[in-house]
Every structure is written in structure tokens, then in C-alpha cells.
């Protein structure tokens, strides 16, 4: 059992950075993929981001390679996204989730954080 718990959003201007935290509880952490997704309003959650267990792979949308960075510290049981040149279609709440490998997850993973609100002002 994994229970997730993101912090680290708010508000920031286009082009600014903000860096979204993810805490784990649980000891079998280390052994899950974590990912992100997102939801706007009126949207289906999309995938953002993932890494395997070890963080030595990683996978992005490509709508946000190349400005977030996924990461994470198995010794603090926590995963982060860090959040680079952000736009204002960047908006919206962001959720943690971990699943066996990165390839299986999506909206079925079983674990999920409560998420947290990204808004990005034009």
C-alpha cells in the first residue's frame, strides 16, 4: 500500500518555474514507478511524466519535454517535477501516481495522490 501526498503548486507568471513535490508513505516504495499527470477543467487527466523505480529512465509528453524534469529520492521517499518555462495551457491540478513500471501507467494505476493546483497567469 502506497499513499501519495503532492505539494508545491500556486500560482506563477508565464515563463517562471515552480517545483511540485511528491511524498510517499510506505516501504515498498523504491519498488514502484511514479509519474505525474495532469487535469484541466473540462479535460480528461493526462500523462505528464514518469520514471522507473531506480529514476534511471524517464518519459515525458511531449508537450513538456524539454522544460519539466522528473526525479526523485528513494531515501525520502518523495518524487518531484520540476517545472521550467511554464505556459499558461500548463494550467491545472496535478496528480502523483505510482504503478509497477512506468510503461503501465495511466488512469488505472492504483495509487493517487489528492493533487495539486498549478495556475499559470498570460
Known amino acids: 500500500q502506497v499513499q501519495l501526498v503532492e505539494s508545491g503548486g500556486g500560482l506563477v507568471q508565464a515563463g517562471g518555474s515552480l517545483r511540485l513535490s511528491c511524498a510517499a508513505s510506505?516501504?515498498?516504495?523504491?519498488?514502484?514507478?511514479m509519474g505525474w499527470f495532469r487535469q484541466a477543467p473540462g479535460k480528461e487527466r493526462e500523462f505528464v511524466a514518469a520514471c522507473s523505480w531506480s529514476g534511471g529512465s524517464t518519459y515525458y509528453a511531449d508537450s513538456v519535454k524539454g522544460r519539466f524534469t522528473i526525479s526523485r529520492d528513494n531515501a525520502k521517499n518523495t518524487v518531484y517535477l520540476q517545472m521550467n518555462s511554464l505556459k499558461p495551457e500548463d494550467t491545472a491540478v496535478y496528480y502523483c501516481?505510482?504503478?509497477?513500471?512506468?510503461?503501465?501507467?495511466?488512469?488505472?494505476?492504483?495509487?493517487w495522490g489528492q493533487g495539486t493546483q498549478v495556475t499559470v497567469s498570460s
Open positions: 501516481a505510482a504503478d509497477i513500471t512506468p510503461q503501465a501507467m495511466g488512469v488505472m494505476s492504483p495509487y
Open positions: 510506505g516501504r515498498t516504495f523504491s519498488s514502484y514507478a
